[in-house]
C-alpha cells in the first residue's frame, strides 16, 4: 500500500514534469521555430511598451537567447527554489515555488492564482453538491420507476442538459433569472463575495453560476446513476438483501446503490479535478474572476507566464484528482487490490 | 383487505406449521403468459424436510421466492394461499410478510458469491440480518455473528467475520451464508440448491451441517435441488415438480423404491451414483422441458413420456390428476401419503416399475 502510493506519487511527478516540458514547448519553442526573434519574445515577456533597446536588454537578461532546454531548465529551477528577473529597469522577485512572474502586472503568477483560487473552488463545490444530490437522486428514481413518466421526462431533460453548451444554459438562467424581469430573484453575474465575509452573501451570489454548471453535470450523473442502479438492482444480493426482510428504502440506498457507487466516484473526482483548475466557460458566462477566466484572459493578453502557470496549476489539479480517485477505488470497492 | 372477506372461500388456518394451497405464480411477458407455477400444494410441519426436485424451469425457484413473498407484485400474478404458522401470506399485506422474512422465514440462495454483498464484510451482513429484527447494540450483535459463524464451523471465527466474502472459499461462503440465514432462528428454512456451485466433498459437509443445525432449530426445512441425490437422505418427503406443477409426491422411500410416475423413473435413473459411472444414463429423459407459455395439452410430460401412447389419446388431451396412490404408506411424518399425477391404472405403473424399469437401474 505504502510503496504502491509512494510509486504512484512519482509517476504522478515525472507527469507533471511532461506536462510542463509540453507546455513549455507550445509556448517558448513553437513561437521561436515559428520565426519569433528573442527580442519579440522579451517584448511579449516584459510587454510591447518596451522599446527595441529595452527589449534587446530584457532578452538577453531573461535569458531568451539560451537554448530553449536552458530556458526550461531555468524555469523549472524558479518552480524549486525562486527566481529573480532582472530585466534592465529593474530587479523582480519571484519566490519558490515560482511559476513565472507577470510583468505586465507586475507580479508573481502564484500570487494571482492563490487569489483566483477560492472564486474557482466555491463555484466548483456548490456546483458539486448540487449536482451529485441531484443527479444521484434523479437516476436512484428514473432506475426504480424505469419506463415511467418520470423516467422519460428525467431523461430526456437529462440528454438535453448533456448536449446544450454551457453559454447557451448559462444564458438562458441569466436572461430569465436575473435581468430585471419578474423572475429576477438571483444577483447577475459579476459579484463575488469572499464565504469568510459573509457566507450568505457568497451563496446568493454564486447560485446562479451553481446552477447552470450543476445542470450539465447533474444530467451526466442521472445517466450514470440510472444504468448503475438498473444493473445492481437485478443482482442476487439485492434479493439476498429483500430475503433478510430490511425495507425497500435500505435494500436500494444500502445495497443497491451502494453496489452502483464505485464509476458515480471515479467520475467525480476526474469532474472535480478538472473543474477546480477553472470552469472556463461559466466563469467567463458570468465574470466571475476565477481560475478560468483568469486563463482566457491571460490568453487574450498574450501574457504567457500566466498562462504557463495557470496550466500547470490545472495539470496539477488533475493528476491529483487522478490519484486520489485510485486510491478511493481501493476505498469504494474492497475486492480491488492496489499494486 | 380484511380477513373477513376471505375466510368466506377459505378453510380456517390448517394444523400443519407451512401449507400450500393451490397456489399460482403467473408472469406476463411480451411473448404471453408465463405459468412458472400452476396450481401447488403441499404440507410441511415444524422439524422435517421436504425436497423438491426437479429440472431446470421447472417452477422451483419461483415457488420458494413467493413464500418469502420476494415476487414484484408488478410483474408476478401470485394467487392460492400460502399458510405459515396460522398466517396466510399471499394477501397479508407487504410490510406484515417483510417483517416475517428474515425471522420466521429465511432462506438460503444457489451462489453464495453473487449472494453476497462484494462491499460489505461477512460480519456486516450478518450483522444486518440480525439487528434487523431484534433490537441490539451492534457490539451484542456482532458477538452473535462470531457464534453463529463458529456454530456453522468457520475457523477462527472472531477474526474471518471481518472479512469480505470474496476472501472466504466456495465452502465458507456457502457456511457464511447458512449463519446469516440462521441468525434470527428462523422456523421456516428453504434452501434453494444450496450445494449446486459446491465440490463434492464441500457438498456433503454442508449437507451434514444443515441437517445437524435443523435438529437443532426444530425448523420446517424445504431443499430445493435438480439431484435427487442431494435430498435422499436427509428429506422426510420429496415432492417431485414438473412444468410448475407437482407429478409426484411421497415419503423419501416412496420416491426411491416406489416411484410410479415415468418422469421420476427418468430422474431416479439420471441420478449419478457411487457404484455406476456418472456418464452413464439408463433411461435419459428425452426432450426439452416444457414451455410454460404454451403448456402442452394434457398431461404436460406426454411430449417426452416413453408411456404416453399407453392412455391412448387422453395424454394429449385431458390433464391427469394429482391422486392418491397408496393411503398412508407414507414414510415417517408425510402428509397426503404418496400421490401421481399420471392416466395409467396404478397397477400398470407398478408393474411397469418392478418388471422394467427398476431392473434396469438396478443391473449396471
Ligand atoms: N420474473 C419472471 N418473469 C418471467 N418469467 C420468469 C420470471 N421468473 C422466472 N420465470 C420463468 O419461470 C420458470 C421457472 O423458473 P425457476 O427459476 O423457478 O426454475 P427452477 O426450477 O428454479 O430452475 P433452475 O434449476 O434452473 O434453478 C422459468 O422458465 C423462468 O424463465
Ligand atoms: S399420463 Fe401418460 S403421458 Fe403423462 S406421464 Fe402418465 S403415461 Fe406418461
Ligand atoms: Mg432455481
Redesign the pocket.
Known amino acids: 500500500m505504502v510503496t504502491y502510493i509512494i510509486r504512484r506519487l512519482i509517476a504522478a511527478i515525472l507527469m507533471l514534469l511532461i506536462v510542463s516540458m509540453v507546455t513549455f514547448a507550445i509556448f517558448f519553442l513553437v513561437p521561436r521555430l515559428a520565426g519569433a526573434t528573442p527580442e519579440g519574445m522579451a517584448s511579449r515577456y516584459v510587454g510591447r511598451t518596451a522599446n527595441a533597446e529595452t527589449a534587446k536588454l530584457a532578452a538577453e537578461r531573461l535569458g531568451f537567447n539560451d537554448p530553449v532546454v536552458v530556458q526550461y531548465g531555468n524555469y523549472i529551477k524558479g518552480i524549486v527554489f525562486g527566481a529573480e528577473y532582472d530585466y534592465g529597469p529593474g530587479v523582480e522577485k519571484c519566490p519558490a515555488p515560482c511559476l513565472g512572474y507577470s510583468f505586465i502586472t507586475r507580479q508573481p503568477v502564484l500570487n494571482d492564482l492563490i487569489d483566483r483560487f477560492p472564486v474557482t473552488l466555491s463555484l466548483a463545490v456548490g456546483a458539486a453538491v448540487i449536482w451529485v444530490l441531484a443527479g444521484v437522486s434523479i437516476g436512484v428514481l428514473s432506475a426504480l420507476r424505469r419506463g415511467s413518466l418520470f423516467d422519460r421526462a428525467a431523461m430526456t431533460v437529462a440528454l438535453a442538459g448533456v448536449s446544450l453548451p454551457i453559454f447557451f444554459t448559462g444564458l438562458i438562467s441569466l436572461v430569465v433569472l436575473s435581468y430585471g424581469n419578474p423572475f429576477s430573484i438571483f444577483a447577475q453575474g459579476g459579484h463575488y463575495t469572499p464565504i469568510t465575509e459573509n457566507p450568505i452573501e457568497w451563496a446568493y451570489n454564486l447560485i446562479l453560476p451553481w446552477i447552470t454548471l450543476a445542470f450539465l453535470f447533474a444530467a451526466g450523473y442521472a445517466r450514470l446513476t440510472r444504468a448503475g442502479m438498473l444493473d445492481t438492482m437485478n443482482e442476487d444480493y439485492i434479493r439476498t438483501a429483500r430475503a433478510k426482510g430490511l425495507p425497500e428504502r435500505t435494500v436500494v440506498a444500502k445495497h443497491g446503490l451502494r453496489g452502483a457507487l464505485t464509476p458515480i466516484v471515479t467520475i467525480f473526482g476526474l469532474d472535480f479535478g478538472l473543474l477546480i483548475g477553472g470552469a472556463v466557460l461559466t466563469e467567463s458566462t458570468y465574470s466571475l474572476q476565477g481560475l478560468g477566466k483568469y486563463a482566457v484572459d491571460a490568453i487574450t493578453n498574450n501574457d504567457l507566464p500566466k498562462v504557463m502557470g495557470v496550466t500547470l496549476l490545472t495539470a496539477v489539479f488533475v493528476i491529483a484528482a487522478n490519484l486520489i480517485v485510485d486510491l478511493l477505488y481501493a476505498v469504494v470497492d474492497p475486492r480491488v487490490r492496489l499494486s | 383487505m380484511s380477513r373477513a372477506d376471505n375466510s368466506a372461500d377459505a378453510s380456517p388456518a390448517p394444523p400443519s406449521y407451512l401449507e400450500l394451497r393451490d397456489l399460482r ?1 403467473h ?1 406476463p ?1 411480451d411473448d404471453g403468459l ?1 405459468k ?2 400452476d396450481g401447488l400444494s403441499f404440507r410441511l410441519d415444524r422439524g422435517k424436510t421436504l425436497g423438491i426436485v ?12 413467493g413464500i418469502l413473498g420476494l ?2 407484485r408488478r ?2 400474478r401470485v394467487s392460492g394461499e400460502i399458510w405459515l404458522d396460522g398466517e396466510e401470506l399471499v394477501t397479508a399485506p407487504p410490510d406484515a410478510v417483510r417483517a416475517l422474512r428474515g425471522k420466521k422465514m429465511a432462506m438460503i440462495f ?1 451462489d453464495p458469491l453473487s449472494a453476497m454483498h462484494p462491499y460489505y464484510t461477512v460480519g456486516n451482513q450478518i450483522i444486518e440480518a440480525y439487528r434487523i429484527h431484534n433490537k441490539v447494540t451492534k457490539a451484542v450483535a456482532r458477538k452473535h455473528a462470531v457464534d453463529m459463524l463458529g456454530r456453522v464451523g468457520i475457523p477462527q471465527p472472531d477474526r474471518r467475520v471481518d472479512d469480505y466474502p470474496h476472501e472466504f472459499s466456495g465452502g465458507m461462503r456457502q457456511r457464511a451464508m447458512i449463519a446469516m440465514a440462521l441468525s434470527c432462528d428462523p422456523e421456516l428454512l428453504i434452501a ?2 444450496p450445494t ?1 456451485a459446491l465440490d463434492v466433498t464441500v457438498q456433503a459437509q454442508i449437507l451434514d451441517l444443515m441437517r445437524d443445525l435443523q435438529r437443532e432449530f426444530d425448523s420446517a426445512l424445504i431443499i ?3 439431484d435427487l441425490g442431494v435430498v435422499a437422505e436427509l428429506s422426510d418427503d420429496i415432492l417431485v ?1 414438473y412444468g ?1 406443477a407437482c407429478i409426484e409426491y411421497g415419503s423419501t422411500d416412496d420416491i426411491f423404491y416406489r416411484p410410479e410416475h415415468p418422469y421420476t423413473w427418468g430422474l431416479l435413473s439420471s441420478m449419478p451414483r457411487l457404484d455406476r459411472e456418472p456418464t452413464e444414463r439408463l433411461l435419459p429423459i428425452k426432450g426439452t ?1 416444457p414451455s ?1 407459455i404454451n403448456v402442452p395439452p394434457g398431461c404436460v410430460f406426454s411430449p417426452r413420456c416413453p408411456y404416453a401412447d399407453r392412455t391412448g389419446d387422453r395424454a394429449a388431451t385431458e390433464v391427469p390428476e394429482l391422486l392418491e396412490t397408496r393411503a398412508g404408506h407414507g414414510g415417517h411424518g408425510g402428509h397426503g401419503g404418496h400421490m401421481v399425477r399420471c392416466h395409467m391404472p396404478p397397477a400398470e405403473r407398478r408393474s411397469l416399475w418392478e418388471n422394467d424399469v427398476k431392473p434396469m437401474l438396478e443391473t449396471t
Open positions: 405464480i408472469f411477458t408465463v412458472s407455477v426437479g429440472e431446470s424451469g421447472s417452477g422451483k425457484s419461483v415457488t420458494s421466492l415476487h414484484n410483474n408476478a444457489q434453494d440448491e449446486t430445493i435441488t435438480h415438480m410448475g422441458p410454460l
